[in-house]
C-alpha cells in the first residue's frame, strides 16, 4: 500500500505566504506524476498543480505567476509554494500521486487533505 502524508495548512492573511508538504510512502517504484488539488465548500474539486518526475509542470490559471509546485524525487515529496494568497484560495488541499507500485500495478492516490484558510 502507498500512503501519503499532508502538511503545512493553516490560517493566513491576504496576501500572505503557505508551504505545502505532501511525502509518499509504502509499496513505490516510480511515482511519474504528483499534484495538488483543491475544494472549497459547495464546490467540485479542482486540479490546482501537477509536476512529473522530469519537473514538467502544469497550472491552474487561477494560481499561475503565485504558486509554485516543485518536488524531491529522492525523497517522494511534493511541495506547493502558495503566495499573494487570495480569500478565494480558502479550501481543502489534496496531495495526489500516480504511483507505481513495486508489483508494478499503477493506483493514483490521494492525501487526506489539509485545510487552508485565508482571512483577515
Known amino acids: 500500500q502507498v500512503q501519503l502524508m499532508e502538511s503545512g495548512g493553516g490560517l493566513v492573511q491576504p496576501g500572505g505566504s503557505l508551504r505545502l508538504s505532501c511525502g509518499a510512502s509504502?509499496?513505490?517504484?516510480?511515482?511519474?506524476?504528483m499534484g495538488w488539488h483543491r475544494q472549497a465548500p459547495g464546490k467540485e474539486r479542482e486540479l490546482v498543480a501537477d509536476?512529473?518526475?522530469?519537473?514538467?509542470?502544469n497550472y491552474a490559471d487561477s494560481v499561475k505567476g503565485r504558486f509554485t509546485i516543485s518536488r524531491d524525487n529522492a525523497k517522494n515529496t511534493v511541495y506547493l509554494r502558495m503566495g499573494s494568497l487570495k480569500p478565494e484560495d480558502t479550501a481543502v488541499y489534496y496531495c495526489?500521486?500516480?504511483?507505481?507500485?513495486?508489483?508494478?500495478?499503477?493506483?493514483?492516490?490521494w492525501g487526506q487533505g489539509t485545510q487552508v484558510t485565508v482571512s483577515s
Open positions: 509504502g509499496n513505490i517504484f516510480s511515482i511519474p506524476a
Open positions: 509536476i512529473t518526475t522530469g519537473g514538467s509542470t
Open positions: 495526489d500521486a500516480d504511483v507505481i507500485t513495486s508489483t508494478k500495478g499503477r493506483n493514483r492516490y
